[in-house]
């Protein structure tokens, strides 16, 4: 598995304007950001055995990151 972070601007290139203007018109969109960051963090620190978990937590971990980075391409969408 890769331990490369997942940074949301590498993930939507050319989206980093609309990134941030969500961010600060949108407190959802705020709101999802920072958490697709923070369980982006742990996965990050998961995957380089800075702060080990079990395969389960790290697998749930990375769902919960996939569902998060989902639902702000959706949210760009119909910005």
């Known amino acids: 598995m890769s331990n490369t972070p997942h940074d949301i601007y590498e993930d939507f290139p050319g989206e980093a304007e609309k990134i941030h203007a969500l961010k600060a018109a949108d407190t959802h969109f705020a709101r999802i950001l920072d958490e697709y960051h923070e369980v982006n963090r742990q996965v990050h620190r ?7 978990v079990d395969q389960l937590a790290e697998v749930e971990m990375r769902k919960k990151r996939a569902a998060l980075k989902d639902e702000l391409a959706r949210m760009l969408a119909k910005a």
């Open 46 to 52: 998961a995957e380089t055995m800075v702060e080990p």
